[in-house]
C-alpha cells in the first residue's frame, strides 16, 4: 500500500516509484495498482489481502520444489 500512497502523494505512476524499466511490466504493475485503487473505492471495500507463501527456509524451498513440478 506505501507505493501506492507515494504515487499518489508524488503523483507518478506506481512503476515509477520501483523504478520499472519494461514497458510492458511497467504496464502491467500499473494496471493491478489501478485494479486495486478501484476496488479499495468501493463503498464496501475490505482491505487487500496479500498472500506470503515464499519459502522461509531450505526445507520449505524443498516441498515447494516437490509440489511444483
Known amino acids: 500500500m506505501t507505493i501506492l500512497a ?8 506506481p512503476s515509477q516509484v520501483i523504478n520499472l524499466t519494461n ?6 504493475f ?12 468501493k463503498e464496501d471495500a475490505q482491505e487487500p489481502r496479500f ?3 515464499a519459502p522461509r527456509n531450505n526445507d520449505d524451498l524443498i516441498e515447494y520444489f516437490k509440489s511444483n513440478n
Open 30 to 41: 500499473d494496471e493491478a495498482c489501478v485494479y486495486i485503487m478501484s476496488e479499495m473505492n
Open 6 to 13: 507515494m504515487a499518489k502523494q508524488f503523483n507518478q505512476r
Open 51 to 53: 498472500e506470503n507463501d
Open 23 to 28: 514497458d510492458y511490466e511497467a504496464f502491467c
